[in-house]
């Protein structure tokens, strides 16, 4: 044998032919895998954002007590004991809001009252609080005639919540509480 070849063809200086096309095609795809990985995740997330905002508000209320850490942090302490608890959040960025309705006792309605710093003469006898679009978006029928309601409007300091309180009075030893929370982030 002669010269001594190398396999895959010769080239100047004996080495392997220059794969540029190869190089190209690699860099692509480890540019264009990730970009387009991150384009599907802001769409699904776009998207789903939209879809849980859809469920949640035909979804309602839902039954049971908010999370200690929801009540913490909208400052909606529900008397134990209480029953027909059911609540609501709404999330965005420019206010996040909890709707809490429960029916409890005279006694945890003052209790309930005084865990947010206030007392049963701040309800103003005939006023609702609670406003027609918040009512409508859980259902509420606040301030319907003949019935016996109340209400307050307690406005803290930020980052403190506002609360709208409404209490119908129709059964004065287990008045119904309506409370709508809002944190201004």
Do not use: C
Request: charged share 20%; net charge positive; proline share 6%.
């Amino acid at each position: 044998m002669s010269g001594g070849s190398t396999s895959g063809g010769s080239t100047p200086g004996g080495g392997r032919p220059s794969r540029r096309w190869l190089k190209a095609v690699i860099v692509f795809l480890l540019i264009a895998i990730p970009a387009g990985y991150l384009v599907i995740s802001a769409i699904q997330s776009r998207n789903g954002g939209e879809d849980k905002a859809a469920a949640a508000s035909a979804k309602g209320l839902e039954a049971g007590y908010p999370t200690r850490v929801q009540r913490r942090i909208y400052d909606v302490p529900v008397p134990p004991y209480s029953k027909k608890v059911a609540f609501y959040e709404t999330n965005s960025w420019k206010v996040s809001s909890l709707y809490v309705q429960f029916v409890t006792s005279r006694d945890g309605l003052d209790s309930f009252l005084h865990r947010i710093g206030t007392g049963r003469s701040a309800l103003d006898k005939g006023k609702v609080t609670i406003t027609g679009d918040q009512a409508k978006k859980v259902g509420w029928q606040v301030g319907e005639a003949g019935h016996d309601w109340a209400g307050m409007e307690l406005k803290q300091k930020d980052p403190q919540p506002k609360l709208r309180i409404t209490v119908k009075f129709d059964n004065p030893a287990h008045p119904k509480v309506y409370v709508v929370s809002t944190v201004t982030p």
